[in-house]
């Protein structure tokens, strides 16, 4: 599992470095825009699951929701 975290925070890295280099480019803003705020999420979540506890953390929240599901019907 930590293998697929590390290719996450190297796709966001990649991400983030290509959409840097290509800021200056006036025509695809939207692009470049895309691929930074991609590139951080993507570092944010693989540094957040890389994190010890962060397994216990989801399956507590994925349980909360799926007792406020039940609870809806």
Known sequence: MGFYYLLI???GVVLLVVGTF???VSRSIKKVIFLLILGLLLIA???FLLTPGSSDFIYNLMHKINEALI???
């Open 9 to 11: 925070l190297f796709i």
């Open 22 to 24: 290509k800021w200056m």
């Open 45 to 47: 979540s693989s540094v």
């Open 71 to 73: 609870q809806k019907d």
